[in-house]
């Protein structure tokens, strides 16, 4: 494996929680770190004023999700990969199908699943709204791609009967829920609810919108 060559004192020292989150895993992390800092910037994917912030932000946030997905997830607007290549890299017993528009987003993602030899991803380019679903997935995630109500459409209709939204949010969240009432309604969803990661982890808080897709 080719190690990502950076400047180490551009980025925050590594949390002592990663390790724990990440377990055996966390080689793979630390090079998805590496790989987000060296070339982030120039890609469009990450600005410079992340990287101070990269490990709690970023890399842990979108980690902190991983026990809450199983079976096959689809990632929608997976961007730089987050959450969707840092949780295939805590969640290697389950498949990850990253959704992402934009030709170089995807030919990074690929880049970054072939580089940490991750056999539980598969990279489409597609827009949510355009994916052709052949078979319904367990759970859908996405993270900082839209408000809830304009999400809940993209994400709602590629999940099963009895599937998951598991949707990475910010400090409104309620908020959002509330205003994405009609949404939640058209999509038959219920348990829809606030969760609050990283309190055990002692790492800053990640907030996830669950919600059952009804039949």
Do not use: C
């Not at 990663?18 to 998805?32: C, K, N, S």
């Not at 009609?182 to 219920?190: D, E, G, N, P, V």
Request: hydrophobic letters at 45%; charged letters at 25%; zero cysteines.
């Amino acid at each position: 494996m080719t190690e990502a060559v950076f400047d180490p004192s551009l980025v925050e020292a590594e949390p002592a929680s990663a390790a724990v989150i990440f377990g055996d895993r966390i080689e793979l992390a630390r090079e998805f770190t590496g790989q987000l800092v060296a070339r982030g910037d120039e890609l469009g994917l990450i600005g410079p004023r992340e990287l101070p912030q990269l490990w709690t932000r970023h890399i842990l946030n979108s980690a902190l999700p991983a026990p809450l997905v199983n079976g096959r997830v689809v990632d929608v607007g997976s961007g730089a990969g987050l959450p969707g290549i840092v949780l295939s890299i805590a969640r290697p017993d389950v498949h990850f199908t990253l959704i992402e528009p934009m030709e170089r987003r995807t030919n990074w993602l690929q880049s970054q699943v072939d580089l940490l030899e991750l056999a539980n991803v598969t990279v489409v380019r597609a827009r949510g709204e355009d994916y052709e679903v052949v078979e319904p997935f367990d759970v859908a995630t996405a993270r900082a791609v839209s408000a809830l109500r304009t999400l809940i459409p993209l994400t709602a209709p590629l999940v099963r009967s009895g599937g998951e939204l598991v949707l990475l949010k910010g400090a409104r969240a309620a908020e959002e829920i509330e205003k994405a009432a009609k949404a939640i309604r058209k999509y038959r969803l219920t348990d829809v609810r606030v969760e609050e990661l990283g309190h055990a982890e002692g790492v800053e808080v990640t907030r996830v919108v669950r919600a059952t897709v009804d039949p």
